[in-house]
């Protein structure tokens, strides 16, 4: 918004309306990107909190937590009178998000029945993008206001932070997580209410207390566990999903939609409704996703996606080769801008229906009840660390490597789709308690597994 830059980054206002500044650098400014990444640095550090938090307190308390933290953070934003307030409530929302990110994905799977645990996991990413959706709509919408339409943005984010103070008011915790603070009828009844008061949980509520015992007799802290040749699979899988998830691209480009729109040619208005488009294609997008994810399985959608996405990147970075930047040409011809944001909708599209929501339901669902905590804490860490180191240089990357940053993107996409195929055992309708078996029938893992024998349901063959 023109009138956000005017009042605080007015350098960069007159940079962009500079006629012989090049097309690829008119954002390029350190603290435009530190308001932006500061929300990330901040969730990294509360994500590692959280892990510690949730396990003594249960998923529901973090959630209800960053709620709060939202709410706070949404105020400060909205009544910022300097570049400081801003990241002040910058950071309180990354507060927010490194809470609620490290208990909502694992409260969905441990509630969820094992068939449609893809479905209820990925719901978390569809309520993310509806949130980006709502988001950039009310950008659109109070851009329009001259002079404090910001204001008016900014706030707004403390709607959805009232519903999730609210909403976390009124849902009992996890059957597991109570188990593990020694709460055992309030277990039975949180599962028996989670299931139907007609429903027989016996056999399921007796695999929750085994898995927990298990994780109780062993308990030597879940961090120090990791670094054991038994817990080697998944201290892999544990850094590779959030960072190939980062190097898709995907969170940067959602980021600064907008800043590549202005970039091509677009005006700000028309920037802002790109953006429009871009989000209603990733909601569309999780929808479908939602639907197949427990049909076609976790290693088919990041296949295909990975696939597509590959290809998008590379249309996109041709278009931007030949026709932005050369003889010193600051906007794209029309239909050419169009032809990027059609290729940027065929991205999003590939990207919702695989990274965007499975980055949330495979690690939520590969981790034993021992380490599951300290797994979601650092999954969602590291992709918070590298979200803030890559929305901090991305400015500054698309003014050095101009097109080039996409085929930068597409080199790492390559190597994630192979290391997916590779890799990756399929895990669609296992329960949680027998996941182990996965790992056992697989033909790299296997030799870091113990003894599956300790599963104590059978699952099929994948």
């Not at 993310?128 to 204001?151: E, M």
């Not at 996703?289 to 088919?300: Q, T």
């Not at 190597?415 to 056992?440: C, D, I, N, Q, S």
Request: with cysteine; aromatic share 12%; hydrophobic share 50%.
């Amino acid at each position: 918004m023109e009138s956000f830059l005017e009042k605080f980054f007015p350098e960069v206002l007159t940079g962009m309306k500079g006629a012989k500044r090049d097309a690829y650098c008119k954002y390029d400014n350190q603290m435009l990107t530190a308001f932006t990444s500061s929300l990330y640095i901040a969730g990294v550090l509360s994500s590692l909190v959280a892990s510690r938090v949730t396990r003594s307190v249960g998923r529901q308390a973090v959630m209800l937590s960053g709620g709060a933290l939202f709410l706070a953070g949404s105020a400060v934003n909205a009544a910022a009178l300097n570049i400081a307030m801003l990241i002040i409530g910058r950071m309180l929302l990354g507060f927010g998000v490194g809470f609620t990110a490290q208990a909502a994905p694992l409260y969905l799977a441990e509630t969820s029945p094992a068939r449609w645990r893809g479905a209820f996991t990925a719901a978390y990413h569809f309520f993310l993008v509806l949130g980006t959706l709502a988001a950039t709509v009310a950008n659109y919408f109070t851009n329009r206001i001259p002079g404090w339409g910001w204001r008016v943005s900014l706030g707004l984010a403390g709607v959805p932070a009232t519903v999730v103070v609210v909403g976390a008011l009124f849902v009992p915790d996890t059957p597991s997580s109570l188990v593990l603070r020694g709460e055992n009828d309030m277990a039975r009844a949180s599962l028996q209410r989670i299931r139907g008061l007609d429903a027989d949980i016996g056999d399921e509520f007796k695999d929750i207390v085994v898995a927990v015992e298990e994780a109780r007799r062993n308990d030597e802290g879940a961090f120090q566990r990791l670094k054991g040749k038994g817990y080697r699979h998944y201290l892999v899988m544990m850094v590779a999903i959030p960072t190939f998830f980062d190097l898709t691209g995907m969170i940067v480009i959602s980021v600064f939609a907008p800043v590549l729109f202005r970039t091509v040619g677009f005006g700000s208005q028309k920037a802002i409704l790109g953006s429009v488009i871009l989000s209603v294609v990733n909601l569309g997008s999780v929808v479908v996703s939602g639907f197949v994810v427990d049909r076609a399985g976790r290693r088919f959608l990041f296949l295909a996606g990975g696939v597509a996405m590959l290809l998008c990147q590379v249309g996109v970075a041709w278009m931007l080769a030949g026709h932005l930047g050369r003889k010193n040409a600051t906007t794209m011809a029309r239909n050419y801008a169009e032809g990027v944001l059609a290729l940027m909708c065929l991205y999003t599209f590939s990207f919702g229906m695989s990274w965007g929501p499975l980055k949330w339901v495979v690690p939520s669902e590969i981790y034993p009840v021992e380490i599951r905590s300290a797994g979601q804490a650092m999954t969602v860490s590291i992709a918070l660390c590298l979200s803030f180191a890559q929305t901090q240089v991305f400015i500054s990357l698309l003014c050095a490597m101009k097109y080039a940053i996409f085929l930068f993107y597409v080199g790492w996409v390559l190597v994630m789709t192979a290391f997916m195929a590779t890799f990756l055992p399929e895990t669609k309708g296992v329960p949680l308690e027998a996941m182990r078996t996965v790992w056992a029938q697989h033909w790299y893992w296997r030799r870091f597994v113990g003894d599956a024998k300790q599963d104590r349901q059978k699952i099929p063959k994948f």
